[in-house]
């Protein structure tokens, strides 16, 4: 796994004021897979995806310590620039969260502000991320209707193209698939998978059958913990640790 | 138990009646305004054509030969408009943004407050502020400015506005979905791009309602152009002459310039009766703007 490692968590610690949310969480994730991450609700999972883009630092009275490596560098580095840093780790949140503006406008925001103004490769780009998203087919007469116009489940994939379309290499998914209904959910589900062969892909999940048809790696916090870590056929069927199992067979949560 | 329950319920009938009666007022009143400026420019325009009144481009009716044409108060107004807009809108939405984007709460706690004096500033104190310190600087800038010009004016009144486009920009700001800047900072945008390619954009609708309400403001505004703006009507594209609005001619008749009753007297119903319609029109129009955007989220 060593020459695979694209992020390296050590000793991740997170403090939201007097409140730790994240406990001396380490772990390893490789390249182009899927790694889930479980737990009940106010154990942590989005306080640990939102540590590796730093949007944690967004929320007034935030504190982080530990080091996150990705690709080898630390990204908590003080020479680290953070806007570059989101650039590489794109995101995906529980509630679609278009912008009010054309489907267009929305894929080419960030290429936009990134530089680039050319028409032809804004097009391009825009074509290239829908398409990559599964969304192409449904909007590409539409492109300069209203993003609101789409249903949940199609803004959710334009959310997702949206963060594509920057080329990231780290994909953070925080339950993408909350507000959606089960057709929906199984086509984001269908391209989560797909997106596994060129992008690192983390997905936050309430829903254990979720983690278990998509995810190549499982991750079990609990209490700002980190429980237990493996690939997901062992966790869903060998787990080590007696809260992981009671968790998985939804004892609680 | 009978004279028990009945004793509230009379007080209710009473206090209800009062009430309806207060709002009765309000709306009593808007008539009778409505029916005085109406009644007044019928007579007007019984003596004075109204082709003339809306096309003529000279205003005398106080010497002969009299013309009763209202273009040059109209431009008066709209040019010192123009210039309030143009100092407010900037200093508006530069301080919307500052709050409602930048600005940690120790700031905030300075500025809103000094924003909400500034609106209780008599504008009487906002005309002599225009005419005794903002015209002698414009002077030694421009050494032709006239002691009474609609920039000096337009300046102190796009001050006086500021909060009012300010308050309102910040608060459709507010409203803007914390998810969109989440959203933009997940994308790698900065604060600035944040700020301007999602937050003002998304509260586009909010931002222009503010705008036009303080347009209304700006057009209906009497003391400022009455002191430092000037009573000469003309069309004039130097704004380092001396003009005449609207409201200020108003001002200026109503203090007993014309003999009660004269035809020269009766132009403030028909300049009263114009200056009310665009008021209305600006404010109808503002309040759809503001009403949509509150829609939308």
């Given at each position: 796994?060593?020459?695979?490692?694209?992020?390296?968590?050590?000793?991740?610690?997170?403090?939201?004021?007097?409140?730790?949310?994240?406990?001396?969480?380490?772990?390893?994730?490789?390249?182009?897979?899927?790694?889930?991450?479980?737990?009940?609700?106010?154990?942590?999972?989005?306080?640990?995806?939102?540590?590796?883009?730093?949007?944690?630092?967004?929320?007034?009275?935030?504190?982080?310590?530990?080091?996150?490596?990705?690709?080898?560098?630390?990204?908590?580095?003080?020479?680290?620039?953070?806007?570059?840093?989101?650039?590489?780790?794109?995101?995906?949140?529980?509630?679609?969260?278009?912008?009010?503006?054309?489907?267009?406008?929305?894929?080419?925001?960030?290429?936009?502000?990134?530089?680039?103004?050319?028409?032809?490769?804004?097009?391009?780009?825009?074509?290239?991320?829908?398409?990559?998203?599964?969304?192409?087919?449904?909007?590409?007469?539409?492109?300069?209707?209203?993003?609101?116009?789409?249903?949940?489940?199609?803004?959710?994939?334009?959310?997702?193209?949206?963060?594509?379309?920057?080329?990231?290499?780290?994909?953070?998914?925080?339950?993408?698939?909350?507000?959606?209904?089960?057709?929906?959910?199984?086509?984001?589900?269908?391209?989560?998978?797909k997106l596994a062969e060129n992008y690192t892909v983390i997905i936050v999940t309430h829903n254990m059958q979720q983690a278990a048809r998509v995810s190549d790696y499982a991750a079990f916090l609990y209490a700002g913990k980190l429980i237990e870590y493996g690939g997901t056929r062992q966790i869903f069927e060998n787990p080590q640790n007696v809260?992981?199992?009671?968790?998985?067979?939804?004892?609680?949560? | 138990?009978?004279?028990?329950?009945?004793?509230?319920?009379?007080?209710?009938?009473?206090?209800?009646?009062?009430?309806?009666?207060?709002?009765?007022?309000?709306?009593?009143?808007?008539?009778?305004?409505?029916?005085?400026?109406?009644?007044?420019?019928?007579?007007?325009?019984?003596?004075?054509?109204?082709?003339?009144?809306?096309?003529?481009?000279?205003?005398?009716?106080?010497?002969?030969?009299?013309?009763?044409?209202?273009?040059?108060?109209?431009?008066?107004?709209?040019?010192?408009?123009?210039?309030?807009?143009?100092?407010?809108?900037?200093?508006?939405?530069?301080?919307?943004?500052?709050?409602?984007?930048?600005?940690?709460?120790?700031?905030?706690?300075?500025?809103?407050?000094?924003?909400?004096?500034?609106?209780?500033?008599?504008?009487?104190?906002?005309?002599?502020?225009?005419?005794?310190?903002?015209?002698?600087?414009?002077?030694?800038?421009?050494?032709?400015?006239?002691?009474?010009?609609?920039?000096?004016?337009?300046?102190?009144?796009?001050?006086?506005?500021?909060?009012?486009?300010?308050?309102?920009?910040?608060?459709?700001?507010?409203?803007?979905?914390?998810?969109?800047?989440?959203?933009?900072?997940?994308?790698?945008?900065?604060?600035?791009?944040?700020?301007?390619?999602?937050?003002?954009?998304?509260?586009?609708?909010?931002?222009?309602?503010?705008?036009?309400?303080?347009?209304?403001?700006?057009?209906?505004?009497?003391?400022?152009?009455?002191?430092?703006?000037?009573?000469?009507?003309?069309?004039?594209?130097?704004?380092?002459?001396?003009?005449?609005?609207?409201?200020?001619?108003?001002?200026?008749?109503?203090?007993?310039?014309?003999?009660?009753?004269?035809?020269?007297?009766?132009?403030?119903?028909?300049?009263?009766?114009?200056?009310?319609?665009?008021?209305?029109?600006?404010?109808?129009?503002?309040?759809?703007?503001?009403?949509?955007?509150?829609?939308?989220?």
């Open positions: 796994m060593i020459g695979n490692v694209k992020i390296d968590v050590r000793d991740l610690n997170v403090w939201f004021g007097q409140n730790h949310v994240l406990k001396d969480i380490t772990l390893k994730i490789k390249r182009n897979t899927v790694t889930a991450v479980m737990g009940p609700s106010g154990c942590g999972k989005t306080t640990f995806i939102r540590a590796l883009n730093r949007m944690n630092e967004l929320i007034e009275g935030s504190r982080t310590t530990g080091e996150i490596y990705i690709d080898g560098k630390n990204i908590y580095d003080k020479e680290t620039d953070v806007y570059e840093l989101r650039k590489k780790v794109g995101m995906v949140f529980q509630k679609p969260n278009p912008f009010p503006k054309s489907i267009f406008d929305n894929i080419a925001f960030a290429p936009r502000i990134h530089g680039i103004t050319d028409p032809k490769t804004l097009q391009e780009i825009v074509e290239r991320s829908l398409k990559e998203a599964a969304l192409w087919n449904e909007v590409k007469d539409r492109l300069k209707d209203s993003a609101l116009d789409l249903s949940g489940g199609q803004q959710q994939r334009l959310c997702i193209a949206r963060a594509l379309a920057i080329k990231p290499e780290i994909l953070l998914l925080d339950e993408p698939c909350s507000a959606l209904d089960p057709s929906a959910t199984a086509k984001v589900e269908t391209l989560i998978r809260l992981t199992e009671k968790y998985i067979t939804g004892k609680f949560g | 138990m009978e004279s028990c329950t009945n004793v509230p319920r009379a007080q209710e009938w009473i206090i209800e009646k009062l009430l309806f009666l207060c709002a009765l007022i309000s709306v009593f009143t808007m008539f009778a305004i409505l029916a005085m400026l109406l009644f007044g420019a019928i007579s007007f325009f019984q003596e004075v054509s109204i082709i003339e009144f809306f096309t003529g481009t000279k205003w005398t009716p106080l010497f002969k030969p009299q013309h009763f044409g209202i273009l040059p108060l109209l431009w008066g107004t709209l040019l010192v408009t123009i210039i309030a807009l143009g100092v407010a809108v900037p200093l508006g939405l530069g301080s919307a943004i500052l709050l409602s984007e930048y600005a940690p709460e120790q700031v905030r706690k300075i500025i809103k407050p000094v924003l909400e004096i500034m609106v209780g500033i008599p504008t009487v104190v906002y005309g002599y502020f225009a005419l005794t310190f903002v015209t002698p600087i414009l002077q030694v800038v421009f050494p032709e400015t006239s002691v009474f010009n609609a920039l000096s004016a337009g300046i102190v009144m796009g001050i006086m506005i500021t909060p009012m486009v300010s308050s309102l920009s910040e608060d459709a700001m507010l409203a803007v979905p914390q998810s969109l800047r989440e959203a933009a900072y997940g994308l790698g945008a900065r604060k600035h791009e944040v700020a301007l390619r999602v937050v003002l954009p998304s509260a586009f609708s909010g931002v222009v309602a503010s705008i036009i309400l303080a347009m209304s403001r700006a057009i209906g505004e009497t003391m400022i152009v009455s002191i430092a703006a000037g009573s000469t009507p003309k069309l004039t594209l130097n704004p380092l002459e001396g003009i005449q609005t609207m409201t200020a001619y108003i001002t200026q008749i109503s203090l007993g310039e014309a003999p009660f009753g004269s035809l020269e007297y009766r132009t403030i119903f028909s300049v009263g009766l114009t200056l009310f319609l665009i008021v209305f029109a600006v404010n109808l129009i503002g309040h759809w703007m503001a009403r949509r955007y509150w829609r939308q989220y």
